[in-house]
């Protein structure tokens, strides 16, 4: 069997379309331009190249963006300073803050500082507490791409088992919680593997959908997938390789060639869960702006 490839740059390309047409409609019926405030700080290459594709994709849509580019050793009074700034300036309707800070930043207390309202990761514990119960709020970007991409290729979560592998803030724990919710693309049984599970391959091989966000290349094999399973590939690691003009590429955390002949549905590296983070900030963004138009 060769496996379904989930194109995620196509679904991020209707998506978009979507939104730009939302984004033109909110400017002329209400004349809002929503706003998104990008703040990074430091040097770190991807965070800096995360940075730079979100800006570009605001562009395309007509999202106004406030580019916020601070040097690594900037104090964390000074950023929460900006954050407060941001949470009073009308014409921000999102604001993102891009992690991993620097080591001296307390980056619970960065997050916490954020409005919630503006809170268009999903990151602020009071979003995070809204999603669990199932009350409106942002969702985090990434797993609600995932959801979105499972949707659209009509693979079933009710009665399913969802296995995810890794338990980060941004996207296990918060994917299972999807995956695991009383709602359309929800309704799994969800297990949370991680570094501390013993024998990964007895859950993944029970696995119907198999979301993947370790960090790590070649976690997922072809023999710890189950026959026919949704693949989803969280992972970006970058992988040296002369033969490439920038000295490396990427690959996901799922060993992308053997798997696609065992799986039923897999998403590729780069091209797959990516653009799908991207599309769902712009979404979260263009929310705000439509919910702030309403008051
Ligand atoms: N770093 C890695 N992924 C993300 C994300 O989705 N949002 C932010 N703010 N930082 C990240």
Same mark, same amino acid.
């Given at each position: 069997?060769?496996?379904?490839?989930?194109?995620?740059?196509?679904a991020?390309?209707?998506?978009?379309?979507?939104l730009?047409?939302?984004?033109?409609?909110?400017?002329?019926?209400?004349g809002?331009?929503?706003?998104?405030?990008?703040?990074?700080?430091?040097?770190?290459?991807?965070?800096?190249?995360?940075?730079?594709?979100?800006?570009?994709?605001?562009?395309?849509?007509?999202?106004?963006?406030?580019?916020?580019r601070?040097?690594?050793?900037?104090?964390?009074e %000074?950023?929460? +300073?900006?954050?407060?700034?941001?949470?009073?300036? /009308?014409? $921000?309707? *999102?604001?993102? !803050?891009?992690?991993? @800070?620097?080591?001296?930043?307390?980056?619970?207390?960065?997050?916490?500082?954020?409005?919630?309202?503006?809170?268009?990761?999903?990151?602020?514990?009071?979003?995070?507490?809204?999603?669990?119960?199932?009350?409106?709020?942002?969702?985090?970007?990434?797993?609600?791409?995932?959801?979105?991409?499972?949707?659209?290729?009509?693979? %079933?979560?009710? +009665?399913?088992?969802?296995?995810?592998?890794?338990? /980060?803030? $941004?996207? *296990?724990?918060? !994917?299972?919680?999807? @995956?695991?919710?009383?709602?359309?693309?929800?309704?799994?049984?969800?297990?949370?593997c991680?570094?501390?599970?013993?024998?990964?391959?007895?859950?993944?091989?029970?696995?119907?959908?198999?979301?993947?966000?370790?960090?790590?290349?070649?976690?997922?094999?072809?023999?710890?997938?189950?026959?026919?399973?949704?693949?989803i590939?969280?992972?970006?690691?970058?992988?040296?390789?002369?033969?490439?003009?920038?000295?490396?590429?990427?690959?996901?955390?799922?060993?992308?060639?053997?798997v696609?002949?065992?799986?039923?549905?897999i998403?590729?590296?780069?091209?797959?869960?990516?653009?799908?983070?991207?599309?769902?900030?712009?979404?979260?963004?263009?929310?705000?702006?439509?919910?702030?138009?309403?008051?």
């Amino acid at each position: 069997m060769t496996a379904t490839i989930i194109d995620g740059k196509l679904a991020a390309k209707n998506l978009r379309a979507q939104l730009t047409e939302s984004v033109a409609k909110l400017k002329a019926d209400k004349g809002v331009v929503p706003g998104l405030a990008v703040v990074l700080v430091g040097e770190d290459p991807a965070s800096k190249s995360y940075v730079t594709a979100k800006e570009k994709a605001c562009a395309e849509i007509g999202i106004y963006s406030d580019d916020n580019r601070l040097p690594e050793d900037t104090s964390e009074e %000074e950023l929460i +300073g900006l954050i407060h700034k941001l949470n009073q300036d /009308s014409q $921000i309707h *999102g604001i993102l !803050v891009q992690l991993p @800070l620097p080591r001296h930043i307390d980056e619970n207390k960065v997050i916490m500082a954020i409005d919630p309202d503006k809170d268009v990761d999903g990151f602020h514990p009071v979003n995070v507490g809204r999603m669990n119960i199932g009350q409106p709020c942002f969702l985090p970007c990434t797993p609600h791409g995932i959801i979105h991409l499972l949707m659209i290729n009509n693979i %079933e979560t009710k +009665g399913k088992h969802a296995v995810v592998i890794g338990r /980060s803030n $941004i996207v *296990g724990k918060p !994917v299972a919680a999807l @995956l695991a919710r009383k709602a359309e693309g929800g309704n799994a049984t969800v297990t949370l593997c991680h570094t501390a599970t013993k024998n990964l391959a007895d859950f993944t091989r029970q696995a119907d959908i198999l979301v993947v966000a370790s960090g790590r290349p070649n976690t997922v094999t072809a023999d710890m997938v189950k026959p026919g399973a949704a693949v989803i590939d969280v992972g970006v690691n970058r992988v040296e390789d002369s033969s490439y003009e920038k000295g490396y590429r990427l690959v996901g955390d799922v060993d992308f060639e053997a798997v696609k002949d065992v799986a039923g549905w897999i998403t590729p590296v780069p091209g797959g869960v990516g653009p799908m983070t991207i599309t769902m900030l712009l979404y979260n963004t263009v929310q705000s702006a439509t919910m702030k138009a309403q008051c």
